[in-house]
């Protein structure tokens, strides 16, 4: 691909997911509908997608900084029915989806069946639970979604080699496929283990280097990944080992390394997940050329009869994966919370497909081991992109309506509020005793208004989120805490401004402004990040 070519769809994605923070719409969906859009203007290059690219190359970025961003320990809570979902459901979907299409669609054999049934399994990294977050849904249904996104790319690509194998003739028994898929999961838990350790190790060592630990965490997923599939592993479940003990560890970092490491990994993903949704709906162009012997309406029905199975199947999977366990144990029923209807209802129409499944249907081969044509690969490929568009468009855009018509209770943001203030109290005093207690050694004497101003410090942060339960101001709608905080933005802005006035009249050089400007933000931050 020319460097045009990928800045203009740098640009372009990065211009309508900004659009879509200023709108109800998600930011996939609209990325999508504007990729689908742009297909059909002329002179818009085609942009198809290369598995060697997105797999190894895309893949590994986003589940890295997804997996930074989920809870191991929340994960850990709901590992039955992440497992369930990750695993299950998409062994499930993949039998499904292929017995289905073998039996619509003539000549098309079971084995190229079951490809297609692997291709369309796996719901998308990103979609839903950037839906999830958007629309602040219970924490535990979000982590749910988000556990189940980050595992089961892992299962579908294992299940797809085995379906391909059998396909282009190499070979491939129930025991070749049970090897395979024990091989490509453990292996990738195996090797996500033997890696998360020394490259945590090594991250420590690099304290106050910020620069190089961030420029090591962006090299970490490529790493793990690449790692495990040099040994046949699964480089999605490395990667995912990987990131969840990093971010579960990532207070054992300079704080300057976590501030930088924040920021760089939300620029990647925002460019990543912006390009990669809006490729999904360039793809168009590319997967209408290829149909060949298929007629228009053919396709289309083929399309609707897959969707309706995918859309199915999810919900004859999730209901009895939902109540099932804890109708047989009670230990589960005691150790997690009841459910009702809603919850397996939400998780089951939150089931988009995304850019996994069309750059693995990408990977298909066009011929097989005997020298002849992959069966029916192009409408293969088609059907991959009219599930993913079809699940992305009608089930995310249906998604937020569907929860306030159920009534879903969102985060309880004052209970959180109410845990976080009590936490900081607790974390306050413990260091309001260690203080005092440093003080009363004599190689830390400090001068009284100094010593005043660590207690100060402390004082605030702790009745700082106690104050956002309080009243607010009548006339701005601010707390005391917000207003005090406001106050101080604007006290910083004109410190700011004689900076940058005295360095305008020689008076002090461009370093030292830098010095003095990069003092003044990260006192910014650190009260943005309070309030945020």
């Not at 809870?71 to 979907?93: E, K, M, Q, W």
């Not at 005043?452 to 707390?479: C, F, H, Y």
Request: aromatic content about 6%; proline content about 6%; some cysteine.
């Amino acid at each position: 691909m020319d460097v045009m070519p990928l800045l203009l769809l740098v640009a372009g994605s990065a211009a309508v997911a900004g659009l879509a923070r200023r709108t109800p719409v998600a930011a996939p969906l609209l990325l999508v509908a504007a990729g689908l859009a742009a297909s059909y203007i002329p002179g818009i290059p085609d942009y198809t997608l290369d598995p060697h690219i997105v797999l190894p190359l895309l893949l590994p970025p986003l589940l890295h900084t997804a997996a930074l961003d989920s809870s191991y320990l929340d994960l850990r809570a709901n590992l039955r029915p992440v497992a369930l979902l990750s695993f299950g459901y998409v062994l499930f979907a993949t039998l499904v989806v292929g017995c289905a299409a073998y039996l619509v669609i003539p000549d098309l054999p079971l084995t190229a069946a079951l490809v297609l049934g692997a291709v369309v399994a796996p719901p998308d990294a990103v979609a839903a639970t950037a839906i999830a977050r958007k629309l602040g849904l219970p924490s535990r249904i979000t982590t749910i979604l988000q556990g189940e996104s980050l595992v089961n790319d892992a299962t579908a690509i294992t299940a797809y080699k085995v379906a391909l194998a059998a396909v282009v003739g190499v070979g491939a028994t129930w025991a070749d496929g049970i090897r395979e898929f024990a091989i490509a999961s453990l292996g990738g838990i195996g090797i996500g283990v033997v890696l998360m350790v020394p490259l945590h190790w090594l991250r420590r060592r690099l304290r106050d280097e910020a620069l190089l630990e961030n420029t090591l965490s962006l090299l970490i997923p490529f790493t793990a990944y690449a790692a495990a599939e040099q040994v046949g592993a699964s480089g999605v479940l490395a990667v995912v080992v990987v990131g969840l003990y990093l971010g579960h560890r990532s207070w054992q970092v300079d704080f300057e390394t976590r501030l930088q490491e924040e920021a760089v990994w939300k620029v990647v993903s925002f460019v990543l997940e912006s390009a990669v949704f809006a490729l999904i709906g360039l793809q168009l162009p590319v997967v209408l050329r290829g149909l060949g012997e298929f007629s228009a309406a053919q396709a289309l029905w083929y399309a609707a009869v897959v969707f309706a199975v995918v859309v199915v199947a999810r919900f004859v999977w999730v209901f009895p994966a939902t109540y099932l366990p804890r109708a047989l144990s009670a230990r589960i029923r005691a150790r997690e919370p009841d459910t009702n209807w809603t919850a397996p209802v939400i998780v089951g129409w939150a089931g988009m497909r995304g850019v996994v499944s069309l750059a693995i249907a990408f990977s298909i081969p066009a011929a097989v081991h005997t020298g002849g044509a992959f069966p029916a690969r192009n409408l293969v490929l088609f059907l991959t992109f009219t599930t993913v568009i079809a699940t992305l468009v009608v089930q995310g855009l249906t998604l937020p309506p569907l929860i306030r018509a159920l009534r879903l209770p969102g985060r309880d943001e004052r209970a959180e509020t109410l845990a976080e203030a009590q936490a900081q109290n607790e974390a306050s005093r413990a260091a309001e005793t260690l203080l005092d207690e440093l003080l009363e050694d004599p190689r830390n004497a400090l001068p009284g208004p100094l010593a005043d101003r660590l207690r100060t410090v402390l004082e605030r942060r702790r009745n700082a989120v106690w104050e956002r339960l309080g009243t607010v101001n009548e006339e701005t709608g601010e707390s005391a805490d917000e207003t005090y905080r406001r106050l101080s933005r604007e006290m910083i802005d004109a410190e700011r401004r004689v900076f940058v006035e005295l360095r305008d009249a020689r008076r002090i050089d461009d370093e030292m402004l830098r010095t003095l400007l990069r003092r003044l933000d990260l006192e910014e931050a650190a009260a943005y990040r309070e309030r945020a």
